[in-house]
Each structure stands twice: as structure tokens, then as C-alpha cells.
């Protein structure tokens, strides 16, 4: 999966956002913005999308990107009602593409987090927020604050900012506490991929066990 730094948040501006309320045949159009990035969080039932070429759902409690100069369109009719927030959003460059070993370093350490997104956001393309309800209000507070029809919109800009700043901060603290429980249990994050490997490549083998794969990288078991 992709992470996406967003550089100078300061920088932010949200042109356009919303509620979309969903029939069943309804299916995402097919498109590619050059600025905007499109920010998701689902509320009802799920819809399938196509970016990159790989599948990604909306769905109740998921945060997804859609980010800028990138395709995507809709996979198939909706068979139910769908609903979301969505808010439009750019900067003065375009969201910079991390791999995923790499987003994972920053978020896992807030000492590294805070030294490198000290005026940025990272975030995954999609993740499910452990506290929906909190993400929730803080879309339906966007949506309110751009219906005031203030003379300034600075209230409104600065609400886009401070979502993204806690969904960054919502992944730095999941990712940091995944990586405590490694530590404790004697294992580094490399250490964490190579087993998830040895166990993909051994799915198959009926011997496939912990003591296996603890044998096969020379680990004590009761740590595996």
C-alpha cells in the first residue's frame, strides 16, 4: 500500500466538501484530478473503487485518499445505500509517494514523526480509525463550518488542517504501539517481516508451525 507525505500543511486549501448520500446502481465516476487530492471517511455500507489498479473500499470507519494526478473510477454498482463525507483538497506540490517500510519507520517512532512532519501530514491511502466516532465529528464540523458563510474562510481551511494533523497522529499512535508490543516481545520490525514472509512461503506445508518457522529463523518460540 502507498503513503502519501503532504508537505507545508500550512498550505492547505479545501475548495469543496460534502455528505454523499448513495442509491443502489449508483458507481463512482471515472477520473483523474490534477490538483485536488479527495479525502473519504466512510459512513454507510461499502463501495468498490479502482486506483492504481488495485480495488479499495469505502466503508463505515475507513479514511481513504484519492490523491491528485492519480485515476480512479468506480468498480461496480452500489447493490445498497452508501453514504460518505468527502472534502477536496491541495497544496502547492503534489502529495509525495512513500513505500510503506518507510511511512511505517516514521509513524512507528514520535521522536522520528515529530522531527520529520513537523509542518506535514503522512498517512496511508486507507486505514479503519480506532475511534470513528471522533474522526466522524470532526468531517461534520468541516461541513458546518463551510455552510457558515463567513466573510473569511480561514476557520474552515484551518479545520481541514487539524484533520489531517489528528489522522496523522491517529496513525503515529497505532503504529507506535505495534511497535512497543514488538519490542517487548524481543522483536524488531525487521525482524516482524521476515516472519510474515517465512509464513506466506510456508502456508502450504503442513509442518508450517511456530516452532518451524522459529526454527527456520533461528528465533526461541515462545517470542515467535
Given at each position: 500500500?502507498?503513503?502519501?507525505l503532504f508537505k507545508n500543511i500550512k498550505s492547505t486549501f479545501s475548495g469543496v ?119 466522524s465529528q470532526l468531517f461534520h464540523n468541516i461541513l458546518v ?80
Open positions: 500500500m502507498d503513503y502519501f466538501s460534502g455528505y454523499a448520500i448513495l442509491n443502489p446502481g449508483w458507481k463512482h465516476m471515472a477520473r483523474k484530478l490534477d490538483t485536488d487530492t479527495v479525502l473519504i471517511f466512510g459512513k454507510k455500507n461499502t463501495a468498490s473503487i479502482i486506483e492504481n489498479n488495485q480495488e479499495i473500499l469505502i466503508k463505515p470507519g475507513r479514511v481513504l485518499l484519492l490523491p491528485a494526478a492519480r485515476f480512479h473510477y468506480g468498480n461496480k454498482p452500489i447493490s445498497k445505500n452508501v453514504s460518505y463525507y468527502w472534502i477536496h483538497f491541495h497544496q502547492h506540490s503534489k502529495p509525495v509517494v512513500f513505500e510503506e517500510n518507510v511511512a511505517r519507520k516514521i509513524l512507528s517512532n514520535p521522536h522520528i514523526a515529530k522531527q520529520r512532519l513537523e509542518n506535514a501530514a503522512l498517512l496511508p491511502q486507507y486505514f479503519d480509525v480506532p475511534n470513528p466516532e471522533t474522526i463550518e463551510n455552510n457558515q458563510k463567513f466573510y473569511s474562510d480561514i476557520i474552515y481551511q484551518n479545520s481541514i488542517i487539524n484533520l489531517l494533523v489528528t489522522l496523522t497522529q491517529t496513525c503515529i499512535t497505532f503504529y507506535s504501539k505495534e511497535n512497543d508490543i514488538n519490542i517487548e516481545k524481543g522483536l524488531m520490525p525487521d525482524t516482524v517481516n521476515k516472519i510474515i514472509m517465512k509464513i506466506e512461503e510456508n502456508l502450504s506445508d503442513p509442518n508450517c508451525s511456530v516452532k518451524y518457522i522459529s526454527s527456520l529463523l533461528n528465533l526461541n518460540e515462545d517470542y515467535t
